[in-house]
């Protein structure tokens, strides 16, 4: 069975950091690329960040871009997000996704129509 457990989320004050840990299991990591993803209530999903296969493709929104670095570890089936100088409009629930890269790829997609496995999402939320 596919699993992806997010964790890491809570309460933060603004400019402080958190780093978000998406683990998983039920598939071989390896030949996955990672998305995560964020969802503020009222609003539509947005595409956070993804990370490829091997690590060596990343991809950030605008919105976070310098502030937030994706990285995996493949011998602990988890990938993790650093979100530093954090904002009150960073708040929302964040969740990861996860989808098979084609045979002779390494790329990772920003939108989530992409990702067959989503994980249930953990809540950050940013105090101003």
């Known amino acids: 069975e596919v699993q992806l457990v997010e964790s890491g989320g809570g309460l933060v004050q603004a400019g402080g950091s958190l780093r978000l840990s998406c683990s998983a299991s039920g ?38 871009k310098g502030r937030f670095t994706i990285s995996r570890d493949n011998a602990k089936n988890t990938v993790y997000l650093q979100m530093n100088s954090l904002k009150p409009e960073d708040t929302a629930v964040y969740y990861c996704a996860a989808s098979q890269a084609a045979e002779g790829t390494d790329g990772c997609s920003g939108s989530g129509g992409w990702y067959a496995y989503w994980g249930q999402g953990t809540q950050v939320t940013v105090s101003s």
């Open 27 to 64: 598939f071989t990591f390896d030949d996955y690329a990672i998305g995560w993803f964020r969802q503020a209530p009222g609003k539509e999903r947005e595409g956070v960040s993804c990370i490829s296969s091997s690590g060596g493709s990343t991809y950030y929104a605008d919105s976070v």
